[in-house]
């Protein structure tokens, strides 16, 4: 069935749908990647408030995210969150007993270590004494880790938090059917021999087919990417365009990687392997390669492609976040304020990925500040036809008026402060862990280039979203 989104878009007036269709220039002229907007810093205003307690992010630290089926792929999800709490402690000489509390994000658990941020923890050698829970929120589980953090410091329980997120995507739980599961779990509760054999004349051999996991919405059945492909269709973005813009990604953050830019990265010692020290999904192609490459969800008409998609990635990260008095009083020099954010939610069948459109706009206006104040953009890739597709609908009046009740649109960020270092298409993009990646690089970004302000942005499976705005620490 058609979707409302893709109906109205072309139900549009002529003029109207050009507006829309024109509103990111093509990706195919290379000089066209280059915005207008001055990247010279400018002096700005602090969004610090006297009646508001000052949040400060240390440092973070991740371990190399990692293609799904590669060095991680006999590990447990804890052990790689352990890997992260340990590198954290490494890299920021952290006690561990003046922690208040940890908080990871995760998506796909594993069953045996539901809570995986107390398991990671206590093997991480914090104190028993010290709580751990784990959230979920899909793409924004660590978005929501740091956010719960900021929160229990802002309102006086705690002074020190560890945040973080995990994802293992090399080993996620399959279960039995639940014909099966049913079958066993009254085996467990029969009591005699005639009770047991009753049950298991009832066996069939299509009991024994697996229920695998997919990443697809509860709520309508459609996968992500079938979805992203839609979205793009909805927005007149190209196959090309998608292709253009995953080579981009690929191509910064290979030339980050070599210029030694992703500082946020820390060894791992893999148990009975070599240690691991990059990320190992930058592979950048070329658009002849890329072009070859068939639809990955809808087919034969759709555009979407493994090589314009982020790859399924096992990973985590950790960032210690702290009141700034707090942090000074212990001789630290903070990153970054962890200044205002917000989470929406919309349509999850239309607009499963318009999450940074709407979110966007909101933490702008909570900041005080317009899109011409931010100096890095940090946004979440996970597809080109998202991206795109966002970037359109956030340069569109149309849409603001007609979809988000707003009297004009926010604008599009300029693509030379936009995702510099690479993003999820290159980066990976472990479900748990990729928001405290875009907080990380959005600081990193700030105290390489000079800017102030980054916005950071992440869409979500079931229509959500989040954006925060992170600002530099002074020098």
Known sequence: MTSFLTYTFKNLP??????????????????????????????????????????????????????????????????????????????????????????????????????????????????????????????????????????????????????????????????????????????????????????????????????????????????????????????????????????????????????????????????????????????????????????AFIKPYGTVTAANSSFLTDGASAVLIMAEEKALAMGYKPKAYLRNFVYVSQDPKDQLLLGPTYATPKVLEKAGLTLNDIDAFEFHEAFSGQILANLKAMDSDWFAQNYMNRKAKVGVPPLEKFNNWGGSLSLGHPFGATGCRLVMAAANRLRKEGGQYGLVAACAAGGQGHAMIVEAYPK
């Not at 992500?224 to 253009?244: I, K, N, T, Y």
Request: hydrophobic content about 40%; charged content about 20%; some cysteine.
């Open 14 to 295: 002529s003029t109207s749908k050009w507006a829309l269709r024109s509103s990111i220039r093509p990706l195919s002229c290379s000089s066209q990647l280059r915005a207008a907007a001055d990247v010279q810093t400018k002096s700005k205003k602090t969004l610090a408030k006297s009646s508001v307690r000052n949040i400060v992010v240390v440092d973070g630290v991740r371990i190399p995210f990692l293609l799904s089926g590669t060095s991680y792929k006999d590990l447990m999800p804890h052990d790689l969150a352990r890997a992260a709490l340990l590198g954290l402690l490494h890299r920021t000489s952290v006690p561990k007993d003046v922690v208040d509390y940890i908080i990871f994000g995760t998506v796909i658990q594993e069953v045996k270590t539901s809570n995986v941020a107390r398991e990671a923890a206590l093997g991480a050698g914090f104190s028993n004494r010290i709580p751990a829970h784990t959230v979920t929120m899909a793409c924004i589980s660590a978005n929501q880790a740091m956010t719960t953090g900021v929160c229990l410091i802002a309102s006086g329980q705690c002074d020190v938090v560890v945040a973080g997120g995990v994802e293992l995507m090399s080993d996620v739980p399959i279960r039995h059917s639940r014909k099966m599961r049913k079958m066993m779990l009254d085996l467990n509760k029969a009591k005699t021999l005639g009770q047991r054999l009753s049950l298991i004349s009832k066996f069939r051999l299509n009991f024994l087919s697996p229920e695998l996991p997919a990443v697809a919405e509860f709520s309508t059945s459609e996968t992500m990417g079938h979805s992203a492909d839609r979205l793009a269709a909805a927005f007149a973005v190209s196959r090309l365009e998608q292709d253009e813009y995953a080579l981009r990604s690929h191509l910064l953050a290979k030339k980050a990687q070599e210029e030694g830019l992703l500082s946020d990265v820390v060894l791992f010692k893999v148990p009975g392997k070599d240690t691991v020290t990059q990320d190992n999904g930058i592979r950048p192609s070329s658009l002849e390669q890329m072009a070859k490459l068939k639809p």
